[in-house]
């Protein structure tokens, strides 16, 4: 009764535009409150809990190591390298876009970061090369969800706290992964150039390989120092998440010189403001999911599910169906905090590795970040591009469709994320 309770208030609050991370925590309010089942006193001890977890030390960290990569000119010099790899083809400047932000993400750990860092200079340069501006920015919001597949990311952070899943693991199993939807988008991108002929300038305008690697030395070396870090057992990824940002400071302020003094104040607050509102969700969320736990709720959902379902391939069939609908319409984070308990003890069941139950989840969720209506890197890119929604739901949609198609590999082929992870780990 609790349980149906909580989730009427909470839909209730979805439906009346009330914030994701206040609907949740007001829900979870009314079941200790009015319905008396818990002592209210657990509110602020089980906030309290839920975020006092040292990994998510990292969430702020990282948020602020991708702010300073934008402001200290660390994400231009990375477009310029994409560039150099993949421009010199027709659709070479859509594919730039792509590997740009793969090679951001692999430091900053956040779609929404990723989109506008990458996004405030490729869709400009996209529209003037003749792309369509609605196109250019679904690539944009497509591209940047990478930042949460290829590690260090968040939702994966997430993950693995609230999964009690090792985090080292799941960033490396993140890999394979982002690099199989990297190399999917490229490869569309370059043959929808083809078929509508736009592009065709691209290859005339490439930028000179030798140079943009040299003027993008110390920024192409930050990823090497943050991951092999973490993969040499120098330090742990919470700990890379402050040597990214000592990295990102250093870089930008006396090397390229073009972070200042003034310029740390914006950088910071909007780093503050940022991880406040994740950080906000999850205490909330965290609540949430302690009453879930409390009255049973995954226990009850293994049985039933074990009952009804007689496969991990259905298991994974439909929990990729409910994720995908759950991704549309509430945030990330929030989903991964309360689902993840829930779901994987019954992935484990059937199974399956929960590492790669936590990728699974953890891509298609991403998904959720560019489909309507609430997907965040679609206002992201739409914000960027200064266009309204309607206009990028038309070409998003062929965008989803190819991202899709690489969640069913990664679902069934399960060597695709955990290759890497078994050969470095086992």
């Not at 979805?14 to 818990?38: N, R, T």
């Not at 040299?214 to 070396?221: E, G, I, N």
């Not at 250093?250 to 003094?261: C, P, Q």
Request: charged content about 10%; hydrophobic content about 60%; glycine content about 10%.
């Amino acid at each position: 009764m609790l349980t149906q309770s909580l989730l009427v208030v909470m839909c209730t609050l979805f439906l009346l535009g009330v914030p994701i991370a206040v609907s949740i925590g007001l829900a979870a309010i009314f079941g200790i409150q009015v319905l008396g089942a818990i002592n209210p006193v657990i509110i602020g001890q089980q906030l309290y809990v839920v975020l006092d977890k040292f990994p998510l030390v990292a969430i702020p960290f990282f948020i602020l190591a991708g702010n300073l990569m934008d402001t200290g000119g660390i994400s231009r010099r990375l477009i310029d390298v994409a560039r150099a790899m993949v421009g010199r083809t027709q659709g070479g400047l859509a594919a730039t876009c792509v590997v740009a932000c793969m090679i951001f993400a692999a430091v900053s750990g956040s779609s929404t970061a990723t989109t506008f860092a990458i996004g405030a200079i490729m869709i400009p340069a996209l529209e003037r090369a003749g792309y369509p501006k609605p196109w250019a920015a679904a690539l944009q919001a497509t591209s940047a969800e990478l930042g949460v597949i290829i590690p260090p990311s968040i939702p994966l952070i997430l993950f693995g706290v609230a999964a009690d899943v090792s985090i080292g693991e799941l960033f490396i199993a993140g890999f394979g992964p982002g690099l199989l939807i990297g190399f999917v988008l490229i490869g569309y991108v370059l043959v929808w150039a083809r078929l509508t002929g736009h592009g065709k300038a691209d290859a005339l305008e490439g930028v000179s390989p030798l140079p943009a690697f040299r003027r993008a030395t110390f920024a192409l070396l930050m990823p090497v120092v943050v991951l092999g870090g973490i993969y040499g057992g120098v330090f742990t990824p919470t700990e890379a998440s402050a040597i990214a940002v000592v990295y990102a400071l250093a870089i930008g302020m006396f090397v390229h010189r073009e972070l200042g003094w003034r310029d740390l104040g914006p950088v910071l607050r909007k780093s503050v403001i940022s991880s406040v509102v994740i950080l906000f969700i999850i205490a909330w969320a965290g609540l949430f999911a302690f009453i879930i736990n409390r009255e049973g709720v995954p226990a009850a959902i293994g049985a039933w599910m074990l009952t009804v379902i007689d496969s991990p391939v259905t298991f994974l069939l439909v929990v990729n169906l409910v994720l995908f609908v759950i991704g549309m319409f509430i945030e990330g984070s929030a989903a991964i905090i309360v689902l993840a308990p829930i779901l994987v003890p019954v992935a484990i069941r059937y199974g399956i590795d929960p590492v790669h139950f936590g990728i699974v989840m953890v891509v298609n969720l991403a998904i959720g970040f560019i489909t309507p209506p609430f997907g965040v890197n679609l206002f992201a890119a739409c914000a960027v591009a200064r266009i309204p929604l309607q206009r990028i739901v038309k070409p998003i949609v062929a965008f989803i469709g190819v991202v899709l198609a690489c969640l069913l590999l990664i679902t069934y082929i399960p060597p695709i994320p955990l290759a890497l992870r078994d050969w470095v780990y086992r």
